[in-house]
């Protein structure tokens, strides 16, 4: 049955054309023993009449607006050459739905206008004998009926088709509006990827130009402290080749690899290992936690060494000679304080408040973005008789 639903719906002429075989027949065999209502008998002008009124049944699906005008014709030149009602005019009823279903705007509403008038138009021409006026009406309302509801159902299913057109438009708009959102997607995460690269490479990068400079004025005077000083370079090349390595195999791939080549990202813990590596570099670091501490958001762990690492990395490079920082965690029942802060001279506003730690990196810029990421604030600037400070507050659920 399927295939044969199939087939059908493939062929939509051959089956209009086997129905119109179908009235032919039944009009040819009403029509050698007399017309249904009045008019002539003459064969010569019945026989085209009922031809061309089941070819409007074959050919409606095909070229429904012709289809319709030659209907109308056919219904006036029955009106003018007295060749009574028939059972192909059944044709008048189907291309009514059929124009109405599928036909353009002005053959739908031309085929409205024949509806509501063929039957007033046949009692005009061929009245019932012995009818009363109101019985006329009647029957006139009686068969108009039938032909507006074909109407009607066909423009309801053209309205139905209308409408779920524009569901699949909206649809397949959406699936587009999508697409391009998830690509924006992709373009954001790699851009805060290219920042965490930057942060790496400036902080680590910083760390070892510190400790070779150290290493190269003690060689001579104290070796084992030069060597201490090459150990940590050596160590924190590592490092940042590690996260680079991460990194950038994520900007390649666009997705997150796994394997042992790249390390996890950094979070609250290995603070405390970037303060050592601080102190090792030679920049005196405070660091204490206050608060009970408990596990974090992702997010909010990632932000928060971010926000440490800039921070020191900053003092170390614009603090100047004799600088020291302290760094504080806080613990709130709702979020993560941290508060930063340096007694160097500070670096040029227009470096370390526009530009980044290097003038051209992202600084307090990419600090704001990853606070505004998560939810947070941020407060940064000069402190009172010298120095920097910033403030942060990140909250454990992001603000809706």
Not at 277 to 306: I, M, N, W
Not at 354 to 377: P, Q, S, W, Y
């Amino acid at each position: 049955m399927q295939r044969l639903y199939d087939f059908l719906r493939r062929h939509p002429t051959g089956v209009d054309a086997f129905w119109a075989l179908v009235l032919f027949g039944i009009s040819a065999a009403a029509g050698t023993a007399g017309q249904d209502r009045g008019g002539t008998d003459s064969m010569a002008l019945l026989v085209p009449v009922v031809f061309l009124l089941c070819l409007v049944i074959a050919l409606r699906r095909r070229m429904p607006e012709q289809m319709l005008v030659l209907a109308a014709a056919l219904g006036l030149a029955q009106l003018v050459l007295n060749v009574g009602v028939t059972a192909a005019d059944f044709a008048l009823l189907v291309i009514v739905y059929t124009v109405a279903a599928n036909g353009a705007r002005w053959a739908s509403r031309l085929a409205l206008v024949m509806a509501l008038s063929a039957a007033t138009l046949a009692q005009v021409r061929w009245p019932h004998e012995n009818a009363s006026v109101p019985g006329q009406v009647a029957v006139i309302v009686f068969q108009t009926v039938p032909f507006a509801l074909a109407w009607v159902l066909g423009d309801s299913i053209r309205t139905r088709r209308a409408y779920f057109a524009q569901l699949e438009e909206r649809a397949a708009r959406l699936e587009k509006e999508r697409e391009a959102q998830a690509k924006v997607a992709v373009a954001a995460e790699r851009a805060r990827i290219a920042r965490e690269l930057h942060d790496v490479v400036a902080h680590n990068v910083s760390v070892m130009v510190v400790q070779a400079d150290g290493a190269a004025y003690v060689l001579d005077a104290a070796p084992d402290q030069a060597k201490k000083a090459l150990e940590t370079i050596s160590s924190t090349g590592r490092q940042a080749l590690a996260e680079m390595r991460r990194l950038l195999g994520v900007l390649r791939t666009g997705e997150h690899q796994e394997g042992g080549e790249y390390v996890p990202q950094p979070d609250v813990e290995q603070i405390e290992d970037l303060v050592e590596q601080c102190r090792g570099s030679g920049l005196p670091v405070d660091f204490k936690v206050e608060g009970t501490p408990r596990p974090l958001p992702s997010g909010v762990e990632l932000t928060a060494y971010r926000i440490v690492q800039e921070a020191l990395t900053n003092t170390r490079k614009h603090g100047g000679p004799n600088t020291g920082a302290s760094v504080r965690l806080v613990y709130f029942d709702d979020g993560l304080g941290l508060l930063v802060e340096d007694d160097g001279k500070g670096a040029p506003h227009e470096l370390y408040g526009e530009g980044g730690a290097d003038g051209a990196g992202h600084g307090l810029i990419g600090m704001r973005e990853r606070v505004g990421m998560v939810g947070g604030t941020l407060d940064a600037g000069p402190r009172p008789g010298g120095g920097f400070r910033i403030s942060a507050l990140l909250p454990l659920k992001p603000a809706h």
